[in-house]
């Protein structure tokens, strides 16, 4: 008889809004959790395939000579540009796509999977995913939080930031599921409760 397959659960949420938090309780709770974007820039330093492309497309000084990425070039020539940062996308989605299904197939025991990403819902993803989670905080703290854990921006850049993001408003309509993280709400019941419906639900 075969095994139903892990449900997979994307979690996202704003700059600032405290997702990584939520997705360390998850962890704690033995659930696997794939970080987009930290394998996104995992793969930007590893995959040869991937390097080729980005130095194609945007020159070999988006790379330092000992192999690392070069932000500070990147942030001047990039991530400022919306079609750049737009092409960059189309580079690391294919990559990002291929190493999940990787990391998927080595989790098929789980219950369920669940999949960090800051752009679930802008670049689409939420359409290949079975159900997903809105980590959300009013704009005030989420701008707080991020001053205080990056001494290096400033409101500004918070704003800017968050402009690129669409807002919790047009998220919410296209999440199953919503955990509020406004320091009033205790964050631990809500994904204890969300644990125990995902353990339930099958494929």
Not at 5 to 21: E, F, M
Not at 70 to 86: G, P, S, T, W
Request: aromatic share 6%; charged share 30%.
């Amino acid at each position: 008889m075969k095994k139903n397959k892990p449900l997979i659960i994307g979690i996202t949420g704003g700059i600032g809004s405290g997702k990584s938090v939520v997705c360390r309780i998850f962890k704690s709770l033995g659930i696997p959790v794939y970080d987009s974007d930290s394998r996104a820039k995992w793969l930007m330093r590893h995959s040869k395939e991937l390097i080729n492309e980005i130095k194609k497309s945007f020159g070999e000084n988006a790379y330092l000579p000992d192999g690392q990425i070069n932000n500070k070039y990147l942030a001047e020539n990039v991530f400022h540009d919306k079609e750049k940062l737009r092409l960059l996308s189309s580079l690391t989605h294919p990559a990002v796509g291929k190493d999940f299904q990787n990391w998927v197939e080595k989790n098929q025991s789980q219950k369920y999977l669940l999949k960090e990403a800051a752009l679930i819902f802008e670049a689409g993803i939420y359409k290949t995913l079975d159900k997903t989670i809105l980590v959300t905080a009013p704009q005030e703290i989420k701008i707080d939080r991020v001053l205080k854990r990056d001494p290096h921006r400033d409101k500004a850049q918070v704003l800017a930031i968050m402009d690129k993001q669409m807002s919790d408003e047009e998220k919410v309509p296209l999440a199953n599921y919503l955990i509020l993280n406004d320091d009033t709400q205790m964050v631990l019941p809500q994904v204890l409760k969300l644990h125990k419906e995902f353990n339930k639900q099958e494929v």
